[in-house]
């Protein structure tokens, strides 16, 4: 069975460091960019990071750029979000996504994300 399984979220304060993590299974994982998005109500879901396939490429959204880290471990299926100085507005549904790719290239585009995991809440207070 393919699938994405995030965990890691919670509720913090602003300022807290959080560590999100997806778990990837029944896919060729070495063989895919993987992508963080968020969605926060009443607004679509961005892109926020993403990783090519050998993690030597990486991109950031200018809202989270120098606050967090993705970073993915192929030999255990693994892609992280660390993320750091959270802030109310950072308060969404975190999701991770699957992109194909022959390179080790990032994916900008949702469209291109073939698999979804099911989110996970991230909730920042002040």
């Known amino acids: 069975q393919v699938q994405l399984v995030e965990s890691g979220g919670g509720s913090v304060q602003a300022g807290d460091s959080l560590r999100l993590s997806c778990a990837a299974s029944?896919?060729?994982?070495?063989?895919?960019?993987m992508g963080w998005f968020r969605q926060a109500p009443g607004k679509e879901r961005d892109i926020i990071a993403n990783?090519?396939?050998?993690?030597?490429?990486?991109y950031y959204a200018d809202s989270v750029r120098g606050r967090f880290t993705i970073s993915r471990d192929n030999a255990k299926n693994t892609v992280d979000l660390q993320m750091s100085s959270l802030k109310p507005e950072d308060t969404a549904v975190y999701y991770c996504?699957?992109?194909?790719?022959?390179?080790?290239?990032?994916?900008?585009?949702?469209?291109?994300?073939?698999?979804w995991g099911q989110g996970t809440q991230v909730t920042v207070s002040s």
């Open positions: 990783i090519g396939r050998s993690g030597g490429s990486t």
């Open positions: 996504a699957a992109a194909r790719t022959f390179w080790d290239i990032v994916i900008l585009t949702a469209q291109e994300y073939e698999l």
């Open positions: 029944g896919l060729p994982f070495s063989n895919y960019a």
